[in-house]
């Protein structure tokens, strides 16, 4: 029906999370319609963010430099050390202004059942982070799912040798509940009540 | 429980006249792409709903989709693209399905949404959507909060002589309409009981990873072990007395965890729980299974008129002791919640007789429930009168009769 271009774009653009096949050819269509004003820029911009991008050797932050601007800025509390999951969860805490330290993303949570071992994340280098001195706290903010909570515990586990206070966002979090999805309020709430791992 | 509450838990007979204000009921109802429903609307009073109609009209179809208003996996706990209206010709199957109903609770007007969205990226695993007042909800535990649901089937007939994970399951469904949080922990044990089997089997040995589903496993279990016992200590204390001819009964839990339970403080029930599971790590990788927690624990039921364990009774008084324990439980989370549960009863007139069929009605309209029962023959329903709502249902669509 299609040429195999605009098969290929359907394809692709249904990959993207909440798109299935029919919002895909609906989004095609409309990058088709708008070519020059849209689809082109755009194609421009995810070439030059793939280009430049980068994961923080650090932290694990997405960026253009390396270390992120988050690791590379003085003003920020290098001695609080914030994990989460994902790049998606520090954007969250970021909108919400509520955090002045340092980040570090796993990349994930342990997951037995997708095959995702300790390995697989970014824990390694956390533990680096912490060995090497200078932090006075680590603050789990992991989803408040079984794979955040086991992952929380995790870490724990890992860091337990090193004697840094350990904390967790209190649970304002509804069960199941991801950090993402949080409204920045309820968000705030969980951060100020932290508590003792 | 008081003194009071209890008396107030045996049937009396002059509760029945006039019904109770309703505490809970649907009053809209809409399907799209549901099993054999198309589109429908259904608009209904707050009074018990009797929905007749011949095998395979979508009498159960339609219990189905109210199971889906509180959490878990509804009434025939299948697959979620399984419940999508696959239509007879050439047509392909729908690629979703939506429940969404109003209803009057004793918070006011609620509307739940609920389904399987249409058009969902093919990578991600299927969930169920859940809007309460139309804001999207990140888990179906918050539908507890609003709505417990209870369902005797014809396939509970057997629950006494079937395995104990039906039992649990029906257990769990009564603690979830007394605990709305029970549900979320009983997923995340089983969750975490799940990754560790899988540890065991991949050979894995990394001692922090497991203990840190032990932990996972000990406080959801935990948790989940005393909110049954609480559940059944009630509920004994109120299936003791009996309602009307239905027979007196006796619950209680059996396993490990449970006696622990019932002998320690849960905070030291978990150590002991994590310690177990520790222990075994070796046996159960040999054996292929978790040999310690609330997962293999059992509901013992006595018939208490005949001093029979449940089983050991016939087809027809194994059904009257499950009608005994369900009315029991409504009465009693009508009384500790404020409202009862929604009470789905699929073919119920089946195996009872003309007195206690009468009775079944009286108290499920004293109860001030919006029950819904079913069956192929309206003439059985005759004694509720004017007090129940007849609907007649015929292939996808509903009529008053
Ligand atoms: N996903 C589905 N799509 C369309 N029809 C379905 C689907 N699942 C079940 N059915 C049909 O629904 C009917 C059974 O409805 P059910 O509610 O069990 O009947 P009853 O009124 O006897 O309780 C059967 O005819 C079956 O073929
Ligand atoms: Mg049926
Ligand atoms: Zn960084």
Sequence with gaps: ?197 | MTAQAISALAYSSDAVSGAAPALLAVRQLRLTDFRNYRQLRLDCGAEPVVLVGDNGAGKTNLLEALSFLAPGRGLRRARLDDVCRRPRGEEPPAAGWAVAATLDTTDGRVAIGTGLEAGRSETSLPRRAVRIDGRPMQSQTALGLHVAAVWLTPQLDRLFLDGATERRRFLDRLVTALHPEHAGDVAAYENAQRQRSRLLSDGNRDPHWFTALEDTMARHGVALAAARADTVQRLDAAARLGVGPFPRASLAMAGEVDRWIATMAAIDVEDRLRGELAASRLRDAESGTTSCGPHRSDLAVRHLDLDLPAAEGSTGQQKAVLVSIALAHARLVALSRGRPPLLLLDEIAAHLDAERRMALFDEVVALGAQSWMTGTDAELFAPLGGRAQILRVADGSIAAV
Excluded at chain 1, 3 to 11: A, D, N, S, T
Excluded at chain 1, 38 to 48: K, R, S
């Design chain 1, 1 to 197: 029906m299609n040429g195999p271009e605009i098969e290929r774009l359907i394809q692709l653009l249904g990959r993207l999370p909440g798109l299935g096949p029919r919002s895909a050819r609906r989004v095609a269509l409309h990058l088709l319609k708008k070519r020059e004003t849209l689809m082109q820029p755009l194609g421009t911009a995810l070439a030059d963010a793939a280009r430049a991008i980068r994961a923080c050797s650090v932290c694990g932050n997405l960026d253009t430099i390396d270390p992120c601007s988050i690791c590379a800025d003085s003003r920020r509390d290098a001695g609080l050390i914030c994990v989460v999951e994902d790049v998606g969860d520090l954007w969250a805490m970021e909108r919400g202004r509520i955090f002045s330290g340092r980040y570090h993303v796993l990349g994930g949570s342990l997951s037995a059942l997708d095959g995702i071992g300790p390995e697989e994340l970014n824990i390694g280098s956390l533990v680096k982070r912490v060995a090497a001195g200078g932090v006075r706290e680590v603050i789990m903010a992991t989803n408040a799912t079984v794979d955040g909570q086991t992952t929380a515990h995790y870490l724990a586990e890992r860091l337990a040798e090193h004697e840094v206070p350990l904390t967790r966002l209190a649970h304002g979090v509804p069960v199941g509940g991801e950090l993402d999805w949080l409204d920045d309020g309820t968000l705030a709430t969980a951060f100020k009540a932290r508590r003792a791992l």
